[in-house]
């Protein structure tokens, strides 16, 4: 498969006329990997949602994380991690959107990771507060990552605020 990676200040190929980064990027939507990645299903039981559409998979999460640009590996790293631990609990698209949030947030803010743990539940915790899950929760995830709730609220609220700077256009 050969696709080329798109600039996150390039114009979005959905052809929305908005740069990518205000669009397909956050949203998780990647249009020119879904046309390219053929459907083989999901490896869990999970089902897609009908608004995601047949084409948002494992494999196609995994060429998403793969042909974007990070700025360190360890950051690839992380992307990799979290679309392993969110499988199960969340739909592909919401584990696109944690890929892609991630992905903006650590070209943007290059954080420095201690442990990769902190930022695995964090990113979940946002996304999870974001679509309103319930069942995700700090405490379940300081139990899930062995991390503490304090360092789970800390980096959520950072990646959080800059979820709303980008949706706000700032």
Excluded at 19 to 34: F, M, R, V
Excluded at 122 to 145: C, D, F, P, R
Aim: proline share 5%.
């Amino acid at each position: 498969m050969n696709l080329r990676k798109i600039g996150r200040n390039e114009p979005c190929p959905c052809g929305s006329g908005k740069k990518y980064k205000h669009c397909c990027l956050l949203t998780g939507e990647a249009p020119q990997l879904q046309a390219a990645a053929p459907n083989t299903g999901s490896p869990s039981n999970i089902r897609p949602s009908a608004d995601q559409g047949p084409s948002l998979n494992a494999e196609t999460v995994q060429t998403l994380i793969e042909v974007l640009d990070w700025p360190q590996e360890i950051y690839q790293s992380v992307a990799e991690q979290l679309a392993g631990q969110m499988a199960g609990a969340f739909d592909w698209q919401r584990i696109t959107e944690a890929v892609a949030l991630w992905h903006a947030y650590a070209s943007h803010e290059r954080p420095q990771i201690r442990k990769v743990d902190v930022m695995l539940a964090a990113v979940e915790y946002a996304i999870g507060s974001m679509h309103g899950v319930a069942e995700v929760t700090q405490s379940a995830l300081s139990a899930k990552y062995n991390v503490s709730s304090g360092s789970i609220a800390q980096r959520a609220q950072k990646i959080t605020e800059f979820a709303e700077q980008m949706k706000n256009g700032k």
